[in-house]
């Protein structure tokens, strides 16, 4: 079994082994023990202490199964109590947390811990060996450990594995504290999968930091959100807009119900300001848009007193430390403010590699940006807007989901001979998928299911609209011209379900 180690190193930046700056910090299990931090998971209510004494027996059985420092530790489990110990209890150990996500299909789950080599593979915390209880002084992590592993759809087709460390993290939590002016009377709801960088970030990592409570949900039930909204006086959530859309939609909702809520950030595909605006009506809570990715975690935002028009119609200002550039990829120089080219970023937070040591070199250009594959233009005061994307990923309802990947599995169908996967809009979910196919014979929407549910692929990345042509549009160079059928697709009213 092979250990993991970053690929890339951070350049010297302002930030950069500054006494007391944000690189300069200690372990993500001494900050998140003196934050504190209690959680509700359905009826169980744990204090911050008792959260405190499980990380510690879930760390000594850990290290009953032969865990150290620098093994990854992988699991496939539900939000909850559980996936929030075992990331602390890895860092107690200096373990590194691979947590792969509830819904993947025995194909995605094989094809990410392949890339992991993990020690362990946790199939509930009952199933742990008892062992004696890792108290605080005894912690093995260190802040230049490798704190995660999370994975993420490559634009190719093979998921990404992508690693963070414990200082990384934990200057991003620390950032976002400040950002968010959250304070120890703050609630967050989090049913983003912990196995996302935002469900990590916003539920156990922010929390912890600043001692705030987290309502985990195992799956997200908009009627049973209004509840818990109410009931645990949620005053802060972040996720994509299909959250906030079908909360509004909910049996039972009313303002009145969710009024605790304060502050709702909002990231990924369907942000725009008419969603502000209606989710602002609705809520009576300040709503804004973020951007970030599973790399670069919450690189722009808002922050308390900006303007609320910059809030709405833009995707943020730079956060902390971190820098964002637009660049033209042609020369590799600055674009003009206002002018559309791919942003560049890099700041504490980046992540510092993925698992493969060619695909980290070709995410980072010279002087440590990474570039992010998005396209985006910043005005003259610094306010980012994302205006599309240069990789072919498809993000449904905060999924990110490959293209390369889903044309693969078309094109194995014996009746397609050619097959594209592009996104079209849509008002929950920010987009959909559509698979557009030429093939022999009928290849319709129930056809397109039934055989990816016998590939075992993640439910949420199958196709929920089918076009069949009788050739693809190409361009000049022979390329398939994705635009055109962005478009068609989009124009397209039969087929979605």
Not at 352 to 377: H, I
Not at 426 to 447: I, K, P, Y
Request: hydrophobic fraction near 40%; include cysteine.
């Amino acid at each position: 079994m092979g250990s993991l180690r970053p690929t890339f190193r951070p350049t010297r930046a302002a930030w950069y082994r500054r006494p007391g700056g944000p690189w300069d910090a200690g372990s993500l299990d001494a900050a998140l023990s003196a934050g504190g931090g209690a959680v509700v998971d359905g009826s169980l209510r744990l204090t911050a202490g008792q959260m405190l004494d499980r990380v510690a027996a879930v760390a000594g059985a850990l290290r009953q199964s032969g865990v150290r420092r620098g093994d990854v530790v992988a699991w496939q489990l539900p939000n909850g109590w559980e996936s929030h110990a075992l990331f602390r209890a890895c860092w107690r150990l200096g373990a590194i947390a691979a947590p792969v996500h509830h819904a993947a299909g025995p194909e995605d789950r094989a094809r990410a811990l392949s890339q992991v080599s993990p020690r362990l593979v946790v199939s509930s915390v009952s199933s742990l060996p008892a062992g004696p209880p890792v108290l605080l002084p005894a912690s093995a992590g260190r802040p230049s450990d490798l704190a995660v592993v999370l994975f993420t759809a490559g634009s190719t087709g093979q998921p990404k594995a992508v690693l963070h460390t414990q200082r990384g993290l934990l200057a991003k939590a620390r950032t976002m504290v400040g950002v968010h002016a959250l304070c120890r009377d703050d609630v967050v709801l989090m049913p983003a999968p912990a196995s996302h960088v935002s469900g990590l970030l916003n539920g156990v990592l922010v929390p912890g930091v600043a001692g705030i409570r987290t309502v985990w949900m195992p799956r997200w039930e908009p009627a049973a959100a209004v509840g818990l909204i109410e009931a645990e006086q949620v005053t802060f959530m972040i996720g994509p807009p299909t959250f906030f859309v079908t909360l509004m939609q909910a049996p039972g909702f009313s303002p009145a119900r969710v009024g605790s809520l304060r502050l709702i950030s909002s990231g990924g595909a369907g942000v725009t300001p008419s969603f502000v605006d209606e989710a602002s009506g609705a809520f009576g809570a300040l709503v804004k848009r973020t951007y970030g990715s599973t790399e670069a975690p919450t690189v722009t935002t808002s922050s308390a007193g900006d303007p609320p028009d910059r809030a709405r119609s833009t995707d943020g200002r730079a956060t902390g430390e971190a820098e964002v550039r637009v660049v033209d990829r042609a020369s590799g120089g600055d674009q003009p403010r206002g002018a559309t080219g791919e942003v560049w970023v890099r700041g504490p937070e980046l992540f510092v590699g993925y698992t493969s040591v060619s695909a980290t070199k070709e995410a980072f250009a010279r002087g440590g940006w990474f570039r992010t594959g998005d396209l985006g233009q910043v005005d003259a005061d610094g306010w980012l807007t994302i205006v599309g994307r240069i990789k072919d990923v498809i993000i449904r309802g905060g999924e990110n989901i490959s293209a390369a990947e889903i044309e693969a599995h078309l094109e194995a169908h014996p009746a397609v001979h050619q097959a594209a996967a592009v996104g079209y809009p849509d008002d929950r979910l920010g987009e959909r998928v559509c698979a557009v196919v030429v093939a022999s014979g009928g290849f319709d929407l129930a056809e397109c299911r039934t055989w990816f549910e016998s590939r075992g692929v993640t439910r949420f990345k199958w196709p929920e609209r089918v076009l069949q042509l009788p050739r693809m549009p190409v361009l000049g160079a022979g390329k398939i011209d994705r635009a055109a059928l962005r478009a068609r697709a989009a124009q397209e009213g039969s087929g979605h379900q």
